[in-house]
């Protein structure tokens, strides 16, 4: 069973910068793919950025190149997201997910932090 634990959300100003920390326990990421997802108020859950564990290849949404950054510690067993530039659009509830690499859909999911960023 893995379970994740989200954090690092917050309120911040638009241009602001914040980072997303996803931390799993039960097991390491060794074998995963994890992802990171948002949903605002009223619209669907979108995919953001995802990073595949082992060899670190990342993956983004058009709305998230250039301004998030995914990354991983391998010491730490966790997943980051650094988000720069924010814009009040991407306010929303930010979730991690985790999928072995085989799979087609996300199994694992964390709660979610809320991410704020006023105009």
């Known amino acids: 069973q893995v379970q994740l634990v989200e954090s690092g959300g917050g309120l911040v100003q638009a241009g602001g910068s914040l980072r997303l920390s996803c931390g799993a326990s039960?097991?390491?990421?060794?074998?995963?793919?994890v992802a990171w997802f948002r949903q605002a108020p009223g619209k669907e859950r979108e995919f953001v950025a995802r990073?595949?564990?082992?060899?670190?290849?990342?993956y983004y949404a058009d709305s998230s190149k250039g301004r998030f950054t995914i990354s991983r510690d391998n010491a730490k067993n966790t997943v980051y997201l650094q988000m720069n530039s924010l814009k009040p659009e991407d306010t929303a509830v930010y979730y991690c997910?985790?999928?072995?690499?085989?799979?087609?859909?996300?199994?694992?999911w964390g709660h979610g932090t809320q991410v704020t960023v006023s105009s």
């Open positions: 990073i595949t564990w082992s060899s670190a290849i990342t």
């Open positions: 039960g097991r390491t990421f060794s074998g995963y793919v």
């Open positions: 997910a985790a999928r072995s690499v085989g799979a087609t859909q996300y199994f694992y």
